[in-house]
């Protein structure tokens, strides 16, 4: 909290300004948002970009009310208390890419599945597909890059690591994430009352599961 | 009342407006990828501007109709005939039950709209009744027409007066285009030679060109990227340049978040275009100060505005 600078920058009918984590994104975009005169508000993981209707107000105008908005500071977001389990098969064709990136990081395929599901972890972005979890908290000496050339298909409920992250495909879509992994667990439910499992400050743990109670 | 789809067609979904603000949950704005010319369609059989309607892709359908329904076909210039005769765009049409309307190929234009009188029912999804193919939502079961579908249509039909649009708001189609466009936040990643080659050459628009997004094949452009960018908020209209060089235009399904330095923004008043521009047509991107591309939007809104009242929800 307290008063802030924020820097703007204008790309047509969107403002960028700069965030100095994901939680503060989410915490900026939460309280543009809250105003209610604003065609969207994304968070980024470290930018929130507003759209404003340019039919109606000058970028100067949406410069200023954005700086106005924010000028007392932001709430944070807070942590949900719940933790939520995800069962995850680990390698073989449900994590295609397991043994590639052991390789890389000069561990067995044991070690990195203990590492990765020996803590717990907060999700700090939502975004890309609907439901699509930017998960952090990732072990430093489990970061590596995305791949260079991404796969025309991931299937829904992959689970990929790229740098800090450990992000949850919800849906079949393109993605150039690490594959470690796939859960069973139907994390985006649209035709339900709550389409999303998983929100920003949502604690989890990942507990793996042998490939003979991915359907069960 | 239904329509019987005879043949499917290369892609076709049933679309309405938008999903708006929900994007900072990862659901893209799908919707009509031209909806100026889902609205001109719309307009001309009464309907409000986004009632569900028609998207059709490059290669149309074949639909029987099971009932009296008037209805009109706009956007790109698609071969059209009912029970085999020659019919127009643009124009209110008063079809009888058991009346075929095949729908062939484009010339110009990748996308045109069909609407109908009251509309086509479609159960409303996070918002809309769009179709949104990747997460299967909207439409009908989220998917294409398939052959044998019965599409309902809506039993509340408006009184329909036969309008034709007035050839000022006939959108003009075209295999060259030019979308008027400004900097965005990483346009500084490119050299200043990429960045005059960005405004300043004719691009092609390549086979991967759909509703998630167009790849534009000419100039390569010399980016400064690791593969490290934080994955930041992008929107229908975002040009994305990946180090490989070959940037890409984003639509109305791309992701809402990308990782690839943005390097331009195709400005709103432009973006309804992005919908007819199909593979191997040419584009050039304009370049345009921010204030100027307000004045471009506000001379736009208000030349539409005289024919579709609701224009400002529209673009």
């Known amino acids: ?216 | 009342m239904t329509i019987t789809v005879v043949k499917p067609g290369l892609q076709t979904t049933v679309q309405s407006r938008p999903r708006t603000g929900l994007r900072h949950l990862g659901v893209p704005a799908s919707g009509a990828a031209d909806p100026l010319s889902l609205a001109t369609a719309n307009c001309l059989v009464s309907n409000d501007w986004d009632a569900p309607a028609l998207e059709v892709t490059l290669l149309g359908p074949t639909l029987r109709f099971n009932t009296d329904r008037a209805f009109a076909v706009t956007g790109g210039n698609f071969a059209l005939t009912l029970n085999g005769e020659t019919l127009h765009p643009h124009e209110t049409v008063r079809a009888k039950a058991g009346d075929t309307l095949a729908i062939g190929g484009s010339g110009q234009g990748a996308r045109c709209y069909v609407a109908f009188a009251g509309g086509l029912s479609a159960a409303e999804v996070l918002g809309s009744s769009s179709t949104y193919l990747p997460g299967e939502l909207g439409g009908i079961a989220g998917r294409v027409l398939e052959k044998g579908d019965e599409l309902r249509l809506h039993a509340d039909t408006p009184d329909v007066n036969e309008l034709s649009t007035p050839a000022e708001f006939r959108l003009p189609m075209s295999s060259s285009w030019a979308l008027r466009a400004c900097d965005s936040f990483e346009t500084n990643r490119l050299t200043v030679e990429s960045r005059e080659r960005l405004f300043d050459s004719n691009w092609t628009v390549g086979r991967r060109a759909d509703r998630m997004g167009l790849q534009l094949q000419g100039a390569r452009l010399d980016v400064s990227s690791d593969g490290h960018m934080p994955s930041a908020p992008v929107f229908p209209g975002t040009v994305q340049c990946p180090e490989s060089g070959s940037p890409f235009v984003l639509s109305v399904d791309a992701g809402t978040v990308g990782g690839y330095p943005r390097v331009a923004q195709v400005s709103r008043a432009d973006r309804h275009l992005l919908g007819q521009l199909q593979p191997g047509d040419h584009v050039r991107l304009l370049y345009r100060e921010v204030d100027h591309a307000a004045v471009d939007l506000r001379a736009k809104l208000s030349y539409w505005r005289d024919w579709l009242p609701d224009i400002e929800q529209i673009v």
């Open chain 1, 1 to 216: 909290m307290g008063s802030r600078y924020v820097q703007l920058h204008c790309a047509d009918d969107q403002l960028s300004m700069t965030a100095e984590s994901p939680a503060d994104a989410q915490a900026l975009a939460a309280a543009l948002r809250a105003s209610g005169e604003w065609l969207d508000v994304v968070p980024g993981i470290d930018s929130v970009v507003v759209r404003f209707d340019a039919g109606a107000i000058d970028a100067r105008d949406a410069q200023r009310r954005v700086t106005e908005l924010l000028a007392d500071g932001v709430p944070a977001i807070r942590d949900s208390q719940q933790l939520v389990e995800i069962p995850v098969v680990y390698g073989g064709t449900f994590g295609p890419d397991l043994v590639d990136v052991c390789t890389q990081l000069n561990l067995s395929t044991e070690d990195f599945i203990a590492m990765h599901t020996q803590r717990n972890y907060r999700v700090e972005m939502l975004g890309f597909t609907p439901g699509f979890a930017f998960v952090g908290g990732l072990d430093e000496r489990l970061h590596v890059a995305r791949r260079q050339q991404p796969r025309q298909r991931v299937a829904p409920g992959s689970i990929g690591i790229a740098d800090a992250f450990t992000g949850l495909y919800t849906l079949s879509s393109p993605g150039g994430w690490t594959l470690v992994g796939r859960t069973p667990a139907n994390l985006f439910r649209p035709r339900s009352e709550e389409p999303f499992v998983l929100q920003v400050g949502t604690r989890i743990r990942f507990v793996p599961i042998e490939v003979a109670e991915f359907d069960t």
